[in-house]
């Protein structure tokens, strides 16, 4: 069974800038959600998509966008880069199924905005 | 508004030293409290789903029940490969985990 994966693993980018994460759910998961961490606190939720539509989304602003892809595999867009946006970005996918909640993680990606 | 708070933010301890981790939660409709362990610049890994008061899970030297208020996470005779940031978090009935800041563990030989 193949794990969550992300890419890329680091990246580094300017305020004002424009960033693409991707994220690719466990083998037989047909949602992924994604959560920001900054360093010394817990994720925050950004949205979660399911069928290639977005099924909820955080307090977090219009600069952030996603995209589901038939396979599954997500992406994760934010416009604008502001040094706030530097933090672990983390995709985790899980099934939608009534009873079944687990949510699983990828490695994340470490975005640091300069 | 839902709300996850752990407690200590921090716990040193002995190899062998058993303690416990705290979660209190207030959740309007709660669909399940989860526990996972995360390690410098890493995802979290799922340790625990509970979903009603009363519920017990255990897996190696982690333990962890439910109340209607808070979670423990019991660590029983704790090793050095123990240490790590362990996360709570709570799912209502929307879509998005609640996590709490997470309580970092240090177990020294």
């Known amino acids: 069974e193949t794990g969550v994966t992300q890419s890329p693993t680091h990246l580094i980018k300017t305020r004002g800038q424009q960033v693409t994460l991707r994220c690719s759910s466990q083998s037989g998961h047909n949602t992924v959600s994604w959560y920001q961490q900054a360093l010394g606190q817990g994720p925050q939720f950004i949205f979660q998509?399911?069928?290639?539509?977005?099924?909820g989304r955080g307090n977090f602003p219009p600069r952030f966008s996603g995209l589901q892809f038939p396979n599954y595999s997500s992406e994760l867009n934010v416009n604008a880069l502001e040094l706030d946006d530097s933090a672990l970005y983390l995709c985790?996918?899980?099934?939608?199924?009534?009873?079944?909640?687990?949510?699983?993680f990828g490695p994340g990606t470490r975005l640091t905005v300069t | 508004e839902d709300q996850v708070t752990q407690s200590p933010e921090a716990l040193r301890l002995q190899e062998g030293e058993s303690s416990s981790l705290n979660c209190s939660y207030t959740v309007s409709g709660l669909r399940g409290l989860f526990w996972y362990r995360q390690d410098p610049g890493k995802g979290p890994e799922f340790l625990f789903t509970?979903?009603?008061a009363g519920e017990e899970k255990e897996k190696e030297r982690l333990k962890a029940t439910l109340t209607k208020k808070e979670s423990f996470l019991h660590i029983t005779a704790p090793k050095p490969e123990d240490s790590a940031t362990y996360l709570c978090a709570v799912l209502n009935s929307g879509y998005a985990l609640n996590f709490g800041k997470g309580t970092s563990l240090l177990v020294t030989p």
């Open positions: 509970l979903y009603s």
């Open positions: 985790a996918s899980s099934r939608q199924r009534e009873g079944f909640y687990e949510q699983y």
């Open positions: 998509y399911y069928r290639e539509e977005e099924n």
